[in-house]
């Protein structure tokens, strides 16, 4: 018999846009690079290096990168009116290049023992007024997960090499240490 949780495979976003419009976006930098694919932008004009007062992720978690200027996390580069890629008409004008994170929002997984997902969950962060008249499967989602997770490991270690240097440098630099 299918779990509640099940019923989340349902889901279908109604494209309101509060999720490009509220949170910040966290990216490595192979999102970075499809970005540039598709706009041509420099990495400087994708990004921007926010401070752990701008953001609800503690700096227990990864991705925090020792500056000159402090603690700084990067995540996509935002207007007024949310991330900088969101259209008039609330939808995303990158979708295809768009990053793994935006592919995998809003589902919140839980992994079992052998790596089956245990539990899915709409995350909380905005509110986002879905419906349950679409479907997509659990190896979808898995796949979307290992994918996040194969480009965010190395990102997390190329933080690591960075913040374990002696000499904090400036976002320039963190951006030219990614191979930008
Ligand atoms: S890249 Fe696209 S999907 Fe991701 S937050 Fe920006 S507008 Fe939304
Ligand atoms: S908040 Fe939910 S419904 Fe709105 S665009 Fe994001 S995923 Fe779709």
């Known amino acids: 018999m299918a779990q509640e949780w099940q019923n989340l495979l349902h889901f279908r976003c109604t494209c309101c846009g509060n999720c490009c419009r509220e949170p910040i976006v966290l990216v490595t930098d ?4 499809r970005v540039i694919h598709r706009t041509g932008q420099k990495a400087a004009e994708v ?3 926010y401070k752990p007062s701008e953001i609800a ?3 227990d978690q990864p991705g925090w990168i020792q500056l000159k200027v402090g603690l700084r996390i990067m995540g996509l580069r935002r207007t007024e009116e949310g991330c900088q890629y969101l259209g ?3 939808l995303c004008t990158i979708y295809e290049h768009r990053p793994v994170t935006c592919r995998r929002y809003p589902f919140d997984v839980e992994f079992g023992e052998k790596g089956e997902i245990q539990l899915l969950s709409i995350s909380n962060s905005v509110e986002c007024p879905y419906e349950l008249d679409g479907y997509q499967t659990l190896g979808e989602i898995k796949a979307l997960c290992t994918w996040e997770e194969e480009e965010e490991n190395p990102y997390y270690e190329k933080i690591e090499a960075w913040n374990a240097q002696k000499k904090s440098g400036t976002k320039k630099k963190f951006l030219k240490c990614l191979g930008f």
């Not at 192979?30 to 690079?33: A, M, N, Q, V």
């Open 30 to 33: 192979e999102d970075i690079r």
């Open 47 to 49: 990004v921007d290096f």
């Open 57 to 59: 992720w503690g700096k």
């Open 88 to 90: 008039e008409d609330d």
